[in-house]
């Protein structure tokens, strides 16, 4: 049987002219629209297709990929506000996304970017989506280790800092004095649990702690210096945003690690900029100076 929100690898059961009905177990059909065929499908062939409920409530298929399927969080856009029912989001399909005014938490406008969870409504068997994300939080509790990478999604801004998901399933914090520039809304970024609190609440950091992420860092700078014949247009001096874009770390770990390098004498700095230096023929206490690698 065909799931509803997801994709679904189907067998077509009969073309027509509305298109090719496909078979749904004991169900009955499933209508894949004509605009959906390819010349060479016909009865037998079995083609991979998202299933949803279309205005007048009949099951519908699209090969169509939806920007987010049953049981996920994202960020869509809001597209349109109906004052009766609530928003319509856009994501990915020809039928946009009800978000009904009981699923929001204060009334979205059209251009804004909002984090939903998408679900089936109980009453309808309609995907809809719901900006209440705590309801849709896993109640176990979180299985993460102080230290560990985790994806993180940017939820919402507070007075601390910026509530994100851990994972599509818990809740956690990146604190403002941690970050060195602002976040957005919907951002996705790899990050780090720095401590598991009472309750299972999340501290959260985009940088990993100590050792770990100089050493991790140190190692990213260099395969980045080589990637690019040896010099790289970042220093000490660069922009943060400029180093978050090419290395994904806050200035304060790029620095640090900048520093391991030096010491090791593995890196020169070319103001602007760093230098890969060859330092196979180094010896610990002696003061010939690394070549540099052209």
């Given amino acids: 049987m065909a799931t509803i929100g997801k994709r679904n690898t189907l067998t077509v059961n009969r073309l027509s002219e509305p298109g090719a009905y496909l078979k749904w177990g004991e169900q ?5 629209p004509r605009r959906y065929l390819t010349k060479d499908l016909g009865p037998g062939d079995r083609v991979d297709v998202f299933v949803y409920l279309d205005s007048e409530d009949r099951l519908v298929a699209t090969t169509e990929t939806p920007l987010a399927m049953v049981g996920e969080f994202a960020c869509l856009q809001v597209v349109s506000v109906n004052p009766n029912v609530g928003a319509f989001l856009a994501w990915g399909l020809s039928k946009d996304l009800l978000l009904p005014f009981r699923e929001q938490l204060d009334r979205v406008r059209v251009g804004e970017r909002v984090v939903v969870f998408i679900h089936l409504d109980d009453k309808t068997d309609r995907i809809v989506a719901s900006a209440r994300l705590n309801r849709h939080l896993s109640r176990q509790a979180p299985p993460y280790r102080a230290g560990q990478a985790v994806s ?3 939820v919402s801004q507070t007075p601390l800092g910026y509530n994100a998901l851990v994972e599509g399933a818990h809740q956690g914090l990146l604190y403002h004095d941690n970050l060195s520039s602002p976040l957005v809304v919907g951002q996705k970024l790899k990050g780090f649990v720095r401590a598991i609190r009472e ?3 999340l501290d959260l950091s985009l940088d990993a702690a100590g050792y770990q992420r100089v050493a991790s860092l140190t190692e990213g700078i260099i395969q980045a210096l080589e990637r690019r014949g040896g010099r790289l247009q970042l220093d000490d ?6 180093i978050r874009a090419v ?3 806050s200035k304060k770990a790029f620095k640090q690690a900048l520093g391991a390098l030096y010491k ?4 020169q700095f070319t103001s602007p900029g760093i230098q890969l230096l060859d330092n196979s023929t180094f010896v610990p206490g002696k003061s010939a100076p690394a070549k540099v690698r052209r």
Wanted: no cysteine; hydrophobic share 40%; aromatic share 0%.
């Fill in 264 to 267: 090791q004498r593995r890196i």
């Fill in 199 to 201: 309750g299972g609440k």
């Fill in 237 to 242: 001096n660069s922009p943060p945003p400029e």
């Fill in 28 to 32: 009955g059909e499933i209508l894949l």
């Fill in 247 to 249: 290395l994904g770390v």
């Fill in 152 to 154: 993180l999604l940017v």
